[in-house]
């Protein structure tokens, strides 16, 4: 069969389960690890007569005695229901309704039990052509929502009732063995969601766990499906992808399986083979840098991130505008932020609000050679001057040469006393103008003389 003319089949795309039911003897999960405030909204939905439970990355994390970043509950409750329960309730969604309790900045995601959209009697969803699910507000019984979930190590449910946990897929299993397999199909359910490619990866990466063979096998021709993501939607998950903690090592299988070329195929465009292109040695950099933060607790900003991504694309695109429109290295430059960003946003859509700083980041990087008379104090009084000075030492470990004795320069001048600075100016100031100080210009006189007397 061609790989292209693959169309999902109505039968065997959620295979029937069989339910593990682990008691509370039996498993390493205590209340104490699940937040008040999910506990609270458990025990509110079953004390009102609805089935509770802690669901997917919570019980999966809770199991392998990790903290949970979330801890999200599923019940046989409507959104309408819930929002009666709740007063601190805000119904979102438009794919699928789902149900916020807000507790301060703390969040409690609610989802009501998904069912089969292919039931026409409980039809309310819809399909693309291609198989993709477009809304699926679809409400069924827990067995229907076990089949729906992506995952087997997310297809696990702790119960308020008797803090039992219900394996519907073989997900403890496959926490022992250490793997990432999908429920269903691969094919199909990468066709209902491509997002579920990066889902797979980004599990193995931050688990430490291997993609199942079935699981991985579609994922690189199938990888295409992504461009047909909102772009709004992919922004997010690039975010989850690269600013996780695990960016550089998930950059790599998200690039050996053919992923990152679909978010970012502006910057696959130079990679090589040998990996050693600028661009390709700059993502290595930042991203790394990124995790280091990450682990170290320090703010990161994602605007410094694609900042340094994109540079040298940026370059690229410059020297070909300053070729064949002749245009001055900072107006090429100029032009080109425009386009690149254009071409990015078109992937994955990048918020203004970082895209303006990506741009003023990039303009340091023009600024700062030129540090004579008080130029260089009054950059270093930017907002930005520290995220570009910063890029620019990652500039000078790539490039050497000018960029990185330019970055030596900036980091002296920044942890130098005032005289000195003073003096480091004076040796820029001196070495433009040649030897000794400046000479002055005399100034000439273009005023029309007076016409002279006649007679």
């Known amino acids: 069969m061609n790989k292209n003319d693959y169309t999902p089949s109505e039968t065997n795309i959620y295979p029937e389960l ?49 903290h949970p970043k979330d801890f999200d509950i599923a019940t046989n409750a409507t959104p309408e229901q819930i929002r009666q329960l ?21 969040i409690i995601e609610v989802a009501t039990f998904r069912g089969h959209h292919q039931e026409p009697s409980k039809n309310v969803s819809q399909q693309s052509k291609e198989g ?29 009732a008797d803090y039992s946990i219900h394996d519907y897929a073989g997900g403890i299993e496959d926490l022992e063995d250490k793997l990432v397999r ?37 994922i690189e021709y199938m990888a295409p499906l992504l ?25 790599h299988l998200m690039r050996e399986y053919n992923l990152f070329q679909q978010l970012f195929p502006t910057i696959a465009e130079y990679f090589t083979e040998e990996y050693t292109s600028n661009t390709e040695q700059m993502l290595d950099l930042v991203l790394d840098a990124t995790d280091q933060r990450i682990e170290e607790g320090k703010r990161i900003n994602p605007a410094f991130m694609f900042a340094a991504m994109l540079w ?53 990087q023009l600024r700062m050679p030129r540090r004579n008379g008080k130029r260089a104090f009054r950059l270093m009084e930017l907002n930005k001057f520290r995220a570009g000075f910063d890029f620019l030492e990652m500039r000078g470990e790539v490039e050497g040469g000018e960029t990185e004795q330019l970055a030596k320069w900036w980091n002296t001048f920044q942890s130098a006393g005032r005289n000195m600075r003073q003096a480091m100016v004076a040796d820029i100031d001196g070495s433009t103008s040649g030897s000794g100080a400046p000479k002055k210009r005399r100034r000439k006189n273009f005023r029309k003389s007076k016409p002279k007397a006649t007679s």
């Open 18 to 66: 069989s339910l593990n039911v682990i008691t509370r003897q039996e498993h390493n999960i205590s209340r104490k690890q699940i937040s008040d405030n999910a506990l609270k909204v458990l025990y509110r939905l079953h004390g009102a007569g609805f089935d509770a439970y802690l669901v997917g990355g919570g019980v999966r994390d809770l199991l392998l005695s990790q």
């Open 312 to 364: 040298y694309p940026l370059q690229e695109k410059a020297k070909w505008l300053m070729e064949k429109r002749k245009l001055s290295h900072y107006d090429a430059i100029m032009e080109a932020s425009n386009i690149i960003l254009d071409e990015q946003v078109r992937s994955i859509a990048i918020p203004r609000r970082h895209t303006a700083t990506i741009r003023e980041i990039w303009q340091l």
């Open 86 to 106: 709740f007063k601190n309730c805000r119904l979102i969604g438009r794919r699928f309704r789902l149900a916020h309790i807000m507790f301060g900045r703390d």
């Open 227 to 251: 461009r047909d993501i909102p772009p709004a939607r992919l922004y997010e998950e690039s975010l989850k992808m690269l600013q996780s903690g695990h960016g550089l090592e998930t950059y």
């Open 182 to 218: 999908l429920i269903g199909d691969p094919e199909t359910r990468y066709r209902e969601d491509p997002v579920r490619m990066l889902r797979a990866i980004r599990f193995a990466v931050k688990l430490d766990f291997d993609i199942e063979e079935d699981t991985a096998a579609p």
């Open 132 to 160: 993709m699910l477009l809304r699926d507000n679809v409400y069924g019984t827990i067995d229907e929502d076990a089949e729906r979930r992506d995952f087997t190590i997310n297809a696990m449910y702790y119960s308020i």
